[in-house]
């Protein structure tokens, strides 16, 4: 499995962004899927997963209320919809996606920058 990210950007505070994280290879083998980030200087942490049927979806208490994942998987795409930006989400948002048992190891993707500027 392949993923890509897209949408990251410069933006102020309490502006928006979409991020899109498209998969490719293997997608019928993904479990779940969700989204990280790494701020400089720290640990990477997870923002938001959602199932493979998007049925079921938690999140960091830090984004709560602020942003939404979510999946199409007839385009084998997932999003994350981030509202009410503060300068401390500031990082780069990493893909990754949960592959099953057998099909070889769990897969991210290259990352795409955030920046919220005050």
């Known amino acids: 499995v392949q993923l890509v990210e897209s949408g990251g950007g410069l933006v102020q505070a309490g502006g928006s962004l979409r991020l899109s994280c498209a998969a490719s290879g293997s997608t019928f083998s993904i479990k779940a899927m969700g989204w990280y980030r790494q701020a400089p200087g720290k640990q990477r942490e997870l923002v938001a997963a959602?199932?493979?049927?998007?049925?079921?979806?938690n999140y960091a208490d830090s984004v709560k209320g602020r942003f939404t994942i979510s999946r199409d998987n007839a385009k084998n795409t997932m999003y994350l919809q981030m509202n009410s930006l503060k300068p401390e989400d500031t990082a780069v948002y990493y893909c990754n996606a949960r592959i099953q048992l057998g099909w070889g190891p769990d897969a991210w993707g290259q990352g795409t920058l955030v920046t919220v500027s005050s």
């Open positions: 959602i199932t493979s049927g998007g049925d079921s979806t």
